[in-house]
């Protein structure tokens, strides 16, 4: 059936490191796949997304790769920030319309 | 305010009693989907509609649950006999294409 794997589950960086969260899917058709930040008690928001055209796309300090051939693609954030804090969605879609999501990844950031 | 709206915010509920949820798309988004999401856990698929018509339901949503789009634009979500199990957010998103936002969610909780 549908899956999307997620790791790592959660992730401590010092502020100013980068952080790179990566996730696996299953279904060799799906063809978008965003990314999506949670603060707590609050909606997930859209922060990054990719089409299977490409393989790399970048948006100020996060960035998010693809490999279709191994099914995998990850997020990447530089010179993180404290308010990068939050817990991580990626997801993918299933069956041309259907978004499945991973398990998420809470990433904290030092000072 | 032109995003997806959702409405209750919080419910609570005894055991046993029906709920239900509406969520407000944003205005010509003809995709609309509910998930449900516990701590710690990246939201989970319920069902989603194409316009009015309702495309897939989870397997894993028994027959308690059942989601309506009568014209194609607000949703409402119930929930009859509810259970301790059912407390989560239940949350709301809607696309026009693959990008998909979504609503602050129904928090409900069963006593």
């Known amino acids: 059936g549908e899956n999307v794997e997620q790791h790592p589950s959660t992730l401590s960086v010092q502020e100013g490191d980068s952080a790179v969260i990566k996730c696996t899917y299953s279904d060799s058709a799906s063809n978008y796949f965003p990314w999506y930040k949670q603060e707590l008690g609050k909606r997930p928001q859209l922060i990054i997304d990719i089409r299977s055209n490409v393989g790399e796309k970048k948006d100020q300090r996060i960035a998010v790769t693809l490999n279709k051939t191994a099914k995998h693609f990850s997020l990447h954030i530089t010179e993180t920030q404290p308010e990068d804090s939050a817990v991580y969605f990626c997801?993918?879609?299933?069956?041309?319309?259907?978004?499945?999501f991973g398990q998420g990844t809470r990433l904290t950031i030092n000072p | 305010d032109t995003g997806v709206s959702q409405n209750p915010r919080h419910k609570i509920t005894k055991r046993g009693q029906n709920v239900t949820f509406r969520c407000d798309p944003i205005s010509e988004h003809n995709r609309l989907y509910w998930y449900r999401q516990t701590l710690g856990q990246g939201p989970e698929f319920l069902t989603y509609f194409q316009n009015e018509a309702q495309l897939e339901k989870s397997r894993l949503l028994s027959d308690r649950f059942s989601a309506e789009r009568p014209k194609g634009s607000f949703s409402t979500l119930e929930i009859q006999r509810t259970e301790q199990g059912d407390s989560a957010m239940y949350l709301c998103a809607s696309s026009l294409t693959d990008e998909a936002f979504f609503g602050q969610g129904t928090r409900l909780t069963v006593v």
């Open positions: 997801a993918a879609i299933w069956g041309a319309q259907k978004l499945v």
